[in-house]
């Protein structure tokens, strides 16, 4: 019987990658980049841009938002995409009982 893939230990020593800077990282096998590269490198942007929208909220929500960090206006981003997505998710049940 195989040993438990999850019982291995790291022999990794991460003491001594973490204490590696940039320099000591051989990157000899990495080809460099080409004017050819970039001249063929095309910009993909995302399927779903961000919007930017006023929205009326209660005080007590905003500065519960706000309150976790610099990051609040991503949150309440990803708060409406969750609800969204729920809505979706509960309107394509009811569709299909």
Known sequence: MKEDIM????????????????????????????????SKAKLRMPSNPISTVAVRVDSETLEWFRSKGE????????????YADAQKTAAEMSRSV
């Open 71 to 82: 990051e609040s206006e991503k949150h309440m981003a990803a708060a409406l995409k969750i």
């Open 7 to 38: 019982s291995n230990t790291s022999r990794t020593k991460w003491d001594k990658i973490d204490a590696m800077t940039d320099d000591d990282i051989d990157t000899s096998d990495i080809p460099p980049l080409t004017e050819e590269f970039f």
